[in-house]
């Protein structure tokens, strides 16, 4: 039986992947709608060997809809969701607005029975959170987690379309001795780094690094668990990396984290520094896992260990995470949603 599904911000980046990725699961054109702003009225969009005509979004298009996929800003996610649930149309969101509410069902890959007790809103982590919890999650089960020091290095395509434009007019505009503008980094990105990946918090943090172990703890099941997060936008297009430095109760060697993670079906384990062999954004985009190398041991420190982590931020864990859910509750009869959901 196929539901029909709406893809809520489709001309977007990760809209456009996510449609990709349903045709390749030979998910009919007739069972997709797609819908943006005013501005895309009239556009078409590529689905497989079709096309698909988008709509603008309107709150009384998520009557007709069994679900909604939601891949736009917040402030939308916001706004639309509550009347989506009111249609009784399942969310799986994309946005960081409803990831920690305590009606929504937060998940990554590893935890699909977690679906079993959605209420109808199930929202992705932050694709950072997605790739530590699914990288350290093995390793908390066995040793137990205390401590967490990461520090990310973001694609401009966590910013959306409109991000890796700027990055394509800088780099070109600076190679021809232009003048280069920027109006979605507070700095300019192209051959920089820029500190700043989301607005600043009252305490010096930005979204993003609060979100990274917030929503890892929560993923975790480990509200005792100390971490914090530095976030940093790099002047690549797709994929974010994370230099992970993970403090165990536990003693644990580079050698056994090895083979826990070699038995993990979405980690692809990638670590031969002799051969130098290890994961790097070029390698990983278009992958659906997450690749971790450079396990060492933290010689400073007791029981720790340093991991490199990287994942594709729009095909993997956003786009495919989204198809994955699906799926699931197809199989298990599970589109449906717990009346007045976000009223209780």
Sequence with gaps: MHYTLGVIGATGIVGEELLAILAAHNIPPTAVKAFASQDALGESLPYGDDEIAVSPLDPSVFQDLDL??????????????????????????????????????LFVPSQTEALLLHQGLIALPNPLSLALTLAL???????????????AFESVSGAGRAGVEELEHQIRDLMNMRDSENTVFPRQIAFNTVPQTAPFAENDYTDDELDC?????????????????????VPTFFCHA?????????????????????????????????ADCYPTMLDCGGEDAVFVGRIRPDTSHKNTLNLWIVLDNVRYACA???????????????VRVTPNLLER
């Design 242 to 274: 994370l230099s992970v430095n993970a403090t165990f109760e536990n003693p644990i060697t580079a050698k056994e984290c090895r083979a826990i993670l070699s038995q993990i079906p979405a980690i692809h384990l990638v670590d031969n520094p002799m």
């Design 137 to 151: 999650e093995p390793l908390h089960e066995e040793c137990e987690l205390t401590r967490l020091c990461v520090t």
């Design 320 to 334: 495919k995470s989204c198809v994955t859910i699906y799926q699931y509750l197809c199989d298990h009869d599970l």
């Design 68 to 105: 909604a996929f939601f891949c736009v800003p917040d402030s939308v996610a916001g706004e639309c969701i509550p009347i989506a649930l009111q249609s009784q149309c399942v969310v799986i969101d994309t946005s960081r607005h409803f990831r920690l509410h305590p009606k929504a069902c």
């Design 213 to 233: 172990i917030n929503e890892t703890r929560a993923l975790l099941n480990a509200p005792d668990l100390c971490g914090t997060a530095t976030s940093v936008y």
